[in-house]
């Protein structure tokens, strides 16, 4: 019943769900032959509201908000609900938010990644954007699209904006570090910012009154302790986890740099013990099914993937090992490309982000040029990731959400 569900198109059951219409039979007494008499539409109150909201949490929150909260005040409240909002965010389906730089403002996609491994795309639904920095229950961290110094909150599904005050350290927000988290223990959204983190860490807390942004301490009390040259090393967006846990990469073979969005206090998380020397210019981390992910490839024919599974502890599991020779590499039909017909040497690719709620599926970019391609860790498959943009700069994990917050008075 589920998968049938799951084929209809969710606005069109929607529709139909909420116009089914009840008709009446009675007896034409001259001919004895029963009739059909006039229908009438059958509301909302005969439905037990447990069958409407099972249906309902289904349905994409850009569908809710635009094509079912406007039916009726009842569907509008059961809709604002939190329950709802919550049960909706879990079935909303991940997808891959994907940016080109293409001058000002930046061609934008969303990916959502099947079975088999093929890419649907589809626009986010805003004109004029700029550089994505992170997303957090539905909200995304961008800048500003017309001015230059300012950072935006924005939800796609329900078209909130929120544009921040510009922050002290006066950063234009080109080459900097910044990431939307939520604290836990206030249930408020915060803004994370570096510019360099010799002025320190910048913090925005989205659902107070106060319009000033926090200065934290950086990571090192003795900037000689500092894994990298500050004069070359530039701070790169966190790998979000849950918005609750933020990590930085610094450039190190021993550690990166963490945070608790709810403490403000920053920590070393220590690398995984792989038996060999860690090259800082051959891991990435990533997010895959709600864990911190390193991926580490010292060698031009493996790739280890390894999963934070106890923060606290700082446990690390080994969870895939990448053989190129077990690769199952699937040409495009017909492919045009020379580069695209047989499988790209495993030590020239990188990963930059993990696909599907389990983490299943990574998506690798070529370190010298701008072809993308997926993986899957169980069925060994690696095909061409095919999003018909080039020159790929951001690859941000997200999902929609009804989710809102107190605007700032």
Request: proline letters at 4%; a positive charge; one cysteine or more.
């Amino acid at each position: 019943m589920g998968d049938e569900i799951a084929e209809i198109d969710d606005i069109e059951f929607a529709q139909q769900m909420l116009s089914i219409k009840e008709y009446k039979c009675g007896e034409d007494k001259s001919s004895g032959m029963k009739k059909v008499e006039k229908s009438q539409k059958i509301t909302l109150s005969k439905f037990p509201e447990r069958i409407i909201v099972n249906i309902l949490v289904k349905i994409p929150p850009r569908y809710i908000n635009k094509n079912v909260m406007p039916v009726c005040k009842t569907l509008k409240e059961m809709c604002f609900r939190r329950s709802f909002i919550e049960q909706n965010f879990m079935e909303s389906k991940s997808e891959l938010l994907i940016q080109e730089a293409a001058g000002r403002h930046m061609k934008t996609k969303l990916i959502e990644i099947g079975k088999e491994l093929e890419c649907e795309s589809r626009d986010l639904g805003i004109n004029q954007l700029r550089k994505i920095h992170s997303s957090c229950d539905g909200f995304l961290l961008m800048n500003e699209p017309w001015i230059a110094w300012k950072l935006q909150v924005i939800n796609p599904a329900t078209k909130f904006c929120l544009t921040i005050p510009k922050c002290p350290s006066g950063c234009q927000h080109t080459a900097c570090s910044a990431a939307l988290g939520f604290d836990s223990s206030t249930k408020q959204y915060k803004v994370v910012h570096v510019m360099t983190d010799s002025y320190g860490f910048e913090i925005f807390n989205l659902s107070s009154g106060d319009e000033h942004w926090e200065r934290v301490s950086g990571p090192w009390e003795d900037p000689n302790d500092r894994p990298f040259d500050p004069v070359k090393f530039n701070w790169k967006d966190p790998v979000s986890i849950n918005g609750k846990i933020l990590h930085w990469y610094v450039d190190s073979s021993e550690y990166i740099i963490s945070m608790q969005v709810n403490e403000a206090k920053f920590s070393r998380t220590y690398l995984p013990k792989c038996g060999e020397v860690i090259k800082t210019n051959n891991y990435s981390l990533v997010e895959l099914g709600g864990f911190l992910s390193f991926i580490n490839s010292d060698s031009e024919t493996i790739m280890d993937v390894w999963i934070l599974e106890d923060f606290q502890g700082q446990v690390w599991s080994k969870k895939h090992r990448i053989v190129a020779e077990s690769i199952n590499y699937i040409c495009p039909y017909k492919s045009a490309r020379q580069n695209e017909r047989t499988m790209p040497e495993l030590g020239k690719l990188v990963v930059v982000a993990g696909a599907r709620r389990n983490g299943e599926v990574l998506i690798l970019k070529h370190k010298k040029n701008s072809s993308g391609y997926i993986y899957d860790t169980k069925s060994r498959v690696m095909k061409i990731f095919s999003s018909n943009m080039r020159n790929l700069e951001s690859f941000v994990p997200h999902k929609d959400s009804l989710f809102s917050m107190r605007r700032i008075s």
